[in-house]
């Protein structure tokens, strides 16, 4: 399969909230709906130190995307100073659908900073590899990944990290491993949700 990856522009955006809703139907984010999740990816953007990129098919159909923050507590903070409150209307309708689950989630997606840990500085935070359903073991999430590690080396970053599910997640796990992340942690939501902290350090 021939693979495009290059960095998006606002024109992709609703072709990667697509890719998101297949990816990862159910999850936090995309109960939160199409709306915000356009808002987010838009940001990542638009707001200095977001990086957004795409995957694309031959014939030009988004097939995958990443999402990754430099300095992710600055970058999620200007965001919500920007587009907290788009954010948060855009969400209505599946806060009106889902009141209590949507809410608490809603509240803890504005509110993010970036889980970066103290003692990896200079590190970027991996947020979100997604693949269209219909192209998973096609070598997307590879070429992001691939595209991805090489622009952090050249930009001076000390290393990646990402948080993933610890449980029902042996495939996503593997593939992390297999691109050099190791397992540093395990953090624990309220949910009851279980997140491997992962980290992929540069040689300088």
Not at 31 to 44: H, I, K, Q
Not at 119 to 128: C, F, I, Q, V
Not at 160 to 181: E, I
Request: charged share 20%; proline share 4%.
């Amino acid at each position: 399969m021939s693979i495009l990856v290059r960095d998006a522009v606002l024109a992709d955006v609703p072709g990667i909230v697509r890719v998101h809703q297949e990816a990862f139907s159910g999850f936090l984010l995309t109960d939160l709906g199409p709306c915000f999740l356009a808002n987010l990816y838009a940001g990542f953007i638009a707001i200095p130190g977001g990086t957004l990129l795409i995957a694309e098919s031959a014939i030009g159909n988004a097939v995958g995307f990443l999402a990754a923050a430099r300095a992710p507590s600055v970058f999620f903070g200007i965001m919500r100073r920007r587009q907290g409150l788009s954010m948060a209307v855009s969400a209505v309708p599946g806060l009106l659908r889902h009141p209590l689950r949507v809410g608490e989630r809603l509240l803890s997606a504005l509110f993010y900073r970036g889980d970066q840990p103290v003692d990896l500085p200079g590190y970027w935070l991996l947020s979100s590899l997604g693949v269209a359903s219909g192209e998973v073991r096609k070598g997307v999430a590879g070429a992001l990944m691939a595209y991805f590690l090489d622009n952090c080396h050249r930009a001076g970053a000390n290393g990646v990290y990402l948080l993933t599910d610890q449980q029902n997640n042996d495939s996503v796990l593997k593939f992390y491993a297999n691109h050099r992340f190791e397992a540093r942690a395990v953090k624990s939501r309220r949910s009851g949700r279980r997140l491997v902290l992962m980290v992929r350090r540069f040689s300088q």
